[in-house]
């Protein structure tokens, strides 16, 4: 639980969480220590949350150091909007609440199969329905005699927002697309701006990244059209373009999100964004498949259909969670770093 003390929010009981790693992106799964978040949809509790301080405490809690770091992901589980889906689920990070993320909805599949929240077949595929801000989405969970092999994550409906934006920075005049995938995403080829998505430049991408996201972050094209809630650009998506492959195209990237905060994955929601201007393009078709490298060189398999309204697409995004401990965190009454710090 929660309380107020001292004129500062003091956590007096343990806060119990499940990690995971999601192609190297760490993704904490809060299972209990939590109050409950106000609202009727998962849309309305993420910004209840954003405005309790008790949330807000918790949050930094996790995610802050000592017990995280300034890369730290995680979520708090919420109920579903209605029947319909089997959680909902708030994702949050050093900044804040996002409202989309492909590699958490990918690591909240492999728990509610293994928690068994969600009853699991296991020789096939699982669907698990989660509820996150921008909308219903699933992941495909499947398994081989009782083993998960993989997961297949089915995002929200997809689209290019604006192609060939040209945008002065400190390293030139740069192009970038704008396209949604759960969020707004900016896309820039990395050696437009002299750099590779490799960790040597990994402070240099960063930086351009940061520059970028702001630059175009109140910028009228980065209006959501329906639900301001999703308004603004999430993160900048730098990719290294590696050719095609018998089977579709193969690229490599780094997404900066939030306020600097470096994905280690390919970018679960980001990669939707990127089959979008592919499909756009006409570089990637349906049934074809994007290879999608990491900085540190894991992989998702991207792939799309048509959906509902033209011009948007259904992305599918392939990877694996694996389990990386259980904690019981707690902070002692006597502790003057509270509820954490950042330092980068």
Not at 12 to 38: K, L, M, S, Y
Not at 119 to 134: M, Q, Y
Not at 196 to 205: I, S
Request: a negative charge; hydrophobic letters at 35%; one cysteine or more.
């Amino acid at each position: 639980m929660v309380g107020y003390h001292a004129n500062m929010w003091h956590i007096t009981g343990p806060v119990r969480t499940r990690d995971f790693h999601t192609a190297g992106e760490p993704f904490r799964i809060v299972t209990d220590g939590v109050p409950e978040v106000a609202g009727s949809t998962v849309a309305e509790r993420r910004v209840h949350a954003a405005e309790s301080a008790e949330l807000q405490a918790i949050r930094q809690f996790l995610c802050h150091e000592p017990r995280g770091h300034a890369d730290m992901y995680g979520c708090f589980l919420v109920p579903p909007d209605d029947g319909g889906a089997d959680l909902g689920v708030l994702f949050w990070h050093k900044d804040g609440y996002s409202t989309a993320c492909g590699h958490g909805t990918i690591a909240l599949g492999v728990w509610a199969v293994q928690s068994g929240l969600v009853a699991a077949n296991p020789d096939g595929v699982t669907p698990v329905t989660i509820d996150v801000p921008s909308g219903r989405v699933v992941a495909r969970v499947h398994s081989t005699a009782g083993t998960i092999t993989h997961v297949v994550f089915e995002n929200v409906e997809s689209y290019v927002i604006e192609r060939c934006i040209r945008l002065d920075t400190s390293r030139g005049t740069v192009s970038v697309d704008l396209s949604y995938g759960g969020a707004i995403y900016a896309s820039v080829d990395a050696a437009s701006v002299g750099l590779q998505v490799r960790p040597d430049d990994y402070g240099e991408l960063i930086a351009i990244g940061r520059e970028i996201k702001w630059a175009l972050n109140g910028n009228p094209l980065a209006k959501h059209p329906t639900d301001d809630r999703l308004s603004g650009v999430y993160g900048t998506i730098l990719f290294d373009d590696l050719g095609d492959t018998a089977d579709g195209v193969h690229q490599r990237n780094v997404t900066v999100f939030a306020d600097g905060e470096v994905d280690r994955s390919p970018c679960g929601s980001g990669t939707g964004a990127r089959l979008a201007i592919l499909a756009d393009e006409g570089r990637l078709r349906e049934g074809q498949t994007l290879t999608h490298d990491s900085i540190v060189d894991t992989r998702f398999l991207g792939r799309f259909r048509p959906g509902t309204i033209p011009g948007t697409i259904i992305p599918e995004v392939e990877g694996m969670a694996y389990a990386t401990g259980d904690h019981s965190f707690t902070l002692d009454q006597t502790d003057p770093v509270g509820t954490g710090f950042v330092l980068r």
